[in-house]
Structure formats: C-alpha cells, structure tokens
C-alpha cells in the first residue's frame, strides 16, 4: 500500500465518523474568529439556545474594521463600530482563549497573531471565517476558510462537516534567484496553474525552494494557496516550524514540548505518498512577479509586456483580458516597468511580518519616495510585529522616506477601513487580492512582494528589483 | 434552512468567468451584523452606477442599464447562469445571502470555487455543475429566447431545457438529503455528540497540548 501524504496524516487523525458516501465529521482544534463572518454564527446560536463547544479553541481579534490611525479616537464608522463591538459582547458571552480587542498591544491580523502567539501548531485542524486561513497550514497543519454557517457549525460542535479534497503537491526545486521572494513563487504558482487551478484539492508545497524558505515565506504561500483555488496549502514540518513555535506564549511547555516536537516529525508526506496532481516548477526559473489585471492568474514577470488580447484567440480568455485591461487603464504591449503607481500598500495577511518590513525596509534605507506616490503606506500585521519593527528602527527608515507607519490591521488589503484607493487609482500591494475594487472602488491593484512594492514607491513605477542591488 | 426541491424559473445570464465574492456582494455591506437584507446590493457595483453603502435605498439609485439584471426580460429570475471559477475568493457567506435574498434558488456554471461552492447549500441554494458545451448552449439558448426557463428537480437531479432535453447533475447524498428536507446541520451532528466527546478525549490523551 502506498505511503501516506500529510494531507492523509492531517484529515485521518481528526476523522470523528464518516458516512457512506465520504462525509466526514472533522474534528477541529482551533477556531479563529474575526468581527466580520462571525456575528450571524453567534446569532444563531443565541436563538437555538446553544452553548460554546469548547471555549479553549477559540483565537479571536478584530480586524477588518480597525482603523490604522487616531486610534483615540475610535471607531469613526458607526457600522464599523457595532461590528467590531459585537464581537467584543459575543467572546464576553461565549468565551476564548485569546482575546485582542481593539486598541490592545497585541491586536492584529487574526492569520498573523495565530501562529506568533504559539496558537496554531503542527498537526492540527484550524479553522476560521476566512479564505486566507490557508495561511496557517505553513505550519503542518490542515487549516481553511469556513463560511459563517460553518462557524456556527464549529462555534456549536467542535466538527465540520466535510468531504476530503483530492491532493496536490507543488514542488519547486532547485535555488531562488537573488531578489525572488516566497511571495514571486506564490504568484508564479498561480501564473501556472490559475485561480482554479487548485479547486478541489489541498496543495502541499514542497521540494527545496520551499524547504529553505523561512516560517514567514511558507506563511506567504500558504496564503496564496485559497488564490490558487485551493481551500488549504501545507508544508511539511521541520527544524524551522518547530524553532519558530519554540517560547511562544501558547506552544507547549516543557514535557509537551518534547511529546510535540516528536510527534511532529511525524507529519510530512511518506516517501512512497501518491497525489492526484503534481505540479514541478523549477525554482531558479521564477522571477519577480507583478500582476497587471483583475485576477491573480493575470500575473506575468517584470520584465514583460501587458497581454495583447487580439493575440488571445480562446474568446473568454480574450474578453477577460479585455476587460482587465479597460479596468486597469493599461494598454497592450506596454512594458510593466512602465506602469506608474500612486499609492504603495505594505500589509496583509499575505507580507506584513517582521520579515516582510525588513525586506522592504532593506530596499528604502536611505532613500526617498518619489513625489509621484500620493501615498505610501505600512501597515505591520500585528502589535508584537509593530514593536519588533520598532526595536528594530525599522518604522524610521520608512517615515524618513515618507511612508506612513500605521497602526495593524488588514488595512487596504480590502478597503473595509478608511484605507482606500479614490476610483483609477492605481496601487502597488502586497497584498493578495486583485479583484476589481477590492482596494476601493474604481481602485486599480497590483500584487507584488514587499521588495517590489518598495522598490515602486521609490521610483514611482515598478522596477526590476534585481537591478536595484 | 429553506428546503429545495424543485424550481420552474426565468434564467439570468451573467456571461462572465471568475466571478468573485468581492463582486457578488461588494465588502462595505460585510459590516452587517444580520444574515438578510443583502439582495439589493447583490452585485452592486456592476448594477449601479454610484457607489453604494449599507443602508442605502436602493430604489432611487442609478442603474447600469447594460448590466444584465437590470435588464427588464431577467426581473424575477431564480436561476444564476455563469461562468467557470463562479464564486472565487474571500470566504464570505454574504454571497449566497446576497444571492439568496435577490430571489435565486439556482446557479448553474462550468464550475465554482469550493468554498463558495459549500456556503450554497447551507443556505437553501442549489449550485449545479454542468459541462462547459451545455453552458454554452444554455447561454445561447437564453440570449435568443426571452422569458427563457429551467426546470431544476433535486429529487431526481435533473436540469430539464423547454426543449425538453434534459442533463443530470451530481451531489453527495448528504448533501441532498439536508437540502430536501431542509435540515438544520448543527442538530443532526449534535445527534453525535458522544462520538465527538470520545473522540475529544482520545485526541487529549494523545496530544494534551492541542488543550492547554
Ligand atoms: S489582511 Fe486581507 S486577506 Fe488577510 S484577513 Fe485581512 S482582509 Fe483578509
């Protein structure tokens, strides 16, 4: 019999019961829950009359609504408010374990203060109200997004039903170029497989471009998988999971923290696994990316031109590149490094860690945005990034460029906040969505890694990072 | 849930692939604390030509007239007809809501993105995958016939054209069988509540650290 994938390890060791025709009921360890996709769920548990499965599941924190500025002023919005403080009265009424509310020193990005703060661990289910949940499956765990009504299903029974995905590993071997970030290979993935591409499967990310990425990086493409059209993305376990988790406030302690570490050994695919697809890129081939259209697919290297549609000849394909390129005011042929920027986006769940500022923060030392940028905006993920970043000196190297050092959250990653683009605006993010006004309306979004994102405010246009060394 | 079980309805066309939920229902009316109230915002921005906010009546807004819901032959349809990948990106169940709440029962396309895919039925809507070759002749079929209908029969999984060809569709039997009868899922996994504890308790034996 073959081996078994991590994928197998991680759905077969949380199997409750299973019905003929494969639904599964999924036990799940840890539940995440925003202000945004969970007051329906509350609801509705209020109505049944139904009590909180198990309270030390729950890691919750606003932050769609968080504004990134004047935080002594409040919440300005006031439907913004009642979201952000129905949150504060559900998690009073059901209970937590962890609990950031606004303006506490902790408060972030709920994907990025699950792993830091030792909450989401190798080898368990994490689930949340949220498609970037994927995030956490860097880690070795199986982790996706939920609907609302499933986060009632869990917020109630601890389990979800659920019918395994087909498996899909992604292995990008060989050595990055100098320049090329974990967030390049993420859209370089989705360049070559597409925003379905992975619909219907869970992708494990593996081979030695992977291995050699830090936590962040593997946190990076995890995020992307969901933009992949893949629920879940993974990464097996290793030294460098179990460094990172090592201290953190919830990673366990002591005699666990042996039983742990052995256990997770454990959690890779066997040498003999068999996956329904697999995807081999070669690592030294991929080059920084940029996004020219309305689609992550819609992603192509710096050094190219924006898509001919007349050279198109699959009609739909012609017509979404038509209309990408009317929304995004771009014409065919251009060069990218011609695209001119007037706002710059460091944030999100996807490139707002410790790493992420760092690496932008590495590109700007010295140097000044140009005066083109209307905007240039750092938002950190959460407040031990914020600090780290601080300690660091890093939020001076970006004010003295003329970036704006916020306060976390997710920020313009989806505009929800007063952080936005004016219609035609056109953005350079690292964000992960490019949606047509996903950054306000009107608002056009490039996705980029933050080297690229810093590199644009500098210049005023997108350049090829490599040449900038 | 509202059960389904079978709907005679006006088709929508919506000739679009990779239709995502930032679309379906735009995120400054994911501020709601209430699960209805979402139809008149469905597709918003493709629909009005202002920018909408919660709250806001709808009534007096101005319509993209080229927008094919606008369209007075589509008032009152039930079934969605679209495009590959219908339903990609952020997770939010406000999309079925949204569709829900305009008044569709039905979507049929090529294919969906699986989170979305799974919010449909929990909210009483039938998703339907069929081949790309009949979407193209549903597409044709609707845009050359006005008043152009599907019958949807769950029970025996069936699409029925008013030619009166017909194609089959799949769903898992549980899936079928909740939105039949239009099943509460917490109660019917609460009937296990046992199995979950004695599960719970073999999983702290093994791994008491996921429970600190
Ligand atoms: S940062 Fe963006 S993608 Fe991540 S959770 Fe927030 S809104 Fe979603």
Redo the contacts with the bound molecule.
């Keep these: 019999m073959a081996g078994k994938t991590l994928y197998d390890k991680l759905w077969d060791s949380h199997v409750v019961r299973e019905e003929s025709d494969g639904t599964c009921l999924l036990y799940i360890d840890r539940h995440l829950v925003h202000e945004v996709t969970s007051p329906q769920a509350f609801e509705g548990m209020r109505l049944a009359g139904r009590k909180l499965w198990r309270d030390s599941s729950v890691v919750a924190n606003p932050?769609?609504n968080t504004p990134t500025k004047d935080w002594d002023k409040g919440i300005e919005d006031p439907v913004s408010r009642l979201q952000v403080e129905t949150l504060d009265s559900n998690i009073k009424e059901f209970g937590a374990l962890v609990y950031f509310p606004f303006k506490n020193v902790n408060q972030g990005?709920?994907?990025v203060i699950g792993p830091e703060n030792g909450t989401t661990l190798p080898g368990m289910t994490v689930v949340c109200g949220?498609s970037?949940t994927s995030t956490h499956g860097a880690f070795g765990a199986l982790a996706h997004g939920i609907g609302t009504s499933e986060v009632e299903h869990v917020l109630a029974t601890q389990t979800l039903i659920a019918k395994k995905a087909k498996s899909m590993l992604v292995k990008i071997d060989g050595v990055l170029g100098a320049g090329v970030t974990a967030k390049d290979v993420a859209l370089a993935v989705i360049g070559r497989i597409g925003t379905a591409g992975g619909t219907g499967y869970a992708i494990e990310y593996a081979g030695s471009v992977i291995r050699g990425l830090s936590m962040e990086g593997r946190m990076t493409v995890c995020n992307l998988a969901i933009e992949a059209g893949a629920r879940s993305g993974m990464v097996a376990a290793d030294d460098k999971t179990a460094a990172y988790l090592k201290g953190r406030t919830h990673a366990p302690k002591g005699a666990n923290w042996d039983a742990a570490v052995e256990y997770w050994k454990t959690l890779h695919s066997d040498a003999d696994a068999v996956f329904d697809a697999v995807v081999e890129i070669n690592g030294a081939e991929i080059q920084p990316q940029v996004t020219w259209g309305t689609s992550p697919e819609q992603v192509l290297p710096i050094g190219a031109t924006v898509p001919d549609p007349s050279k198109e000849t699959d009609p739909t394909k012609r017509t979404s590149i038509e209309n990408a390129l009317k929304y995004m005011g771009l014409t065919a042929n251009m060069p990218i490094s011609d695209i001119k920027l007037d706002k710059i986006f460091i944030g999100?769940?996807t490139n707002s860690r410790i790493e992420d500022l760092r690496a932008a923060a590495g590109v700007i030392k010295g140097r000044k945005v140009a005066s083109s940028i209307a905007l240039a905006l750092v938002v950190p993920g959460s407040g031990q990034v914020k600090r780290q970043a601080e300690e660091e000196g890093l939020d001076k190297i970006f004010t003295e460029a003329g970036f704006e050092w916020r306060e976390p959250g997710?920020s313009m990653?989806?505009a929800m906040n007063a952080d936005r683009l004016a219609p035609g605006e056109r953005c350079a993010s690292t964000?992960?969505r490019n949606f047509e006004g996903r950054q306000g309306p009107g608002g056009r979004t490039h996705l980029v890694s933050p080297e690229m994102a810093a590199a644009a405010a500098i210049a005023g246009h997108f350049v090829d990072i490599r040449s900038q060394a | 849930m509202k059960a389904f079980t079978q709907v005679h309805g006006l088709v929508c066309p919506v000739d679009r692939a990779n239709i995502d939920t930032d679309a379906i229902i735009p995120k400054q009316f994911l501020k709601s604390i209430k699960r209805t109230g979402f139809g008149p915002y469905l597709f918003d921005e493709w629909r009005y030509t202002n920018y909408g906010e919660p709250g806001m009546d709808c009534s007096t807004r101005p319509l993209n007239k080229d927008f094919v819901l606008n369209q007075p032959r589509y008032q009152g349809a039930q079934v969605l007809l679209a495009r590959d990948n219908f339903g990609c990106g952020s997770s939010r169940e406000h999309a079925p809501w949204a569709i829900d709440d305009y008044g569709f029962r039905v979507v049929i396309a090529p294919s969906f993105a699986d989170i979305f895919f799974g919010n449909c039925y929990k909210n009483g809507i039938l998703p339907i995958v069929a081949s790309a070759e009949m979407v193209d002749q549903l597409f044709a079929e609707c845009f050359a016939n006005e008043g152009y209908k599907l019958n949807v029969d769950l029970e025996s999984q069936t699409v029925t054209l008013p030619s009166g060809a017909s194609f089959k569709f799949d769903i898992t039997p549980h899936r079928k069988h909740c939105l039949l009868n239009g099943l509460d899922e917490i109660g019917l996994t609460l009937q296990h509540a046992d199995a979950i504890k004695a599960f719970e308790n073999k999983h702290k034996a093994t791994q008491p650290w996921l429970f600190a």
């Design positions: 932050d769609h990005i709920i994907h949220d970037h999100s769940c997710c990653c989806l964000s992960n």
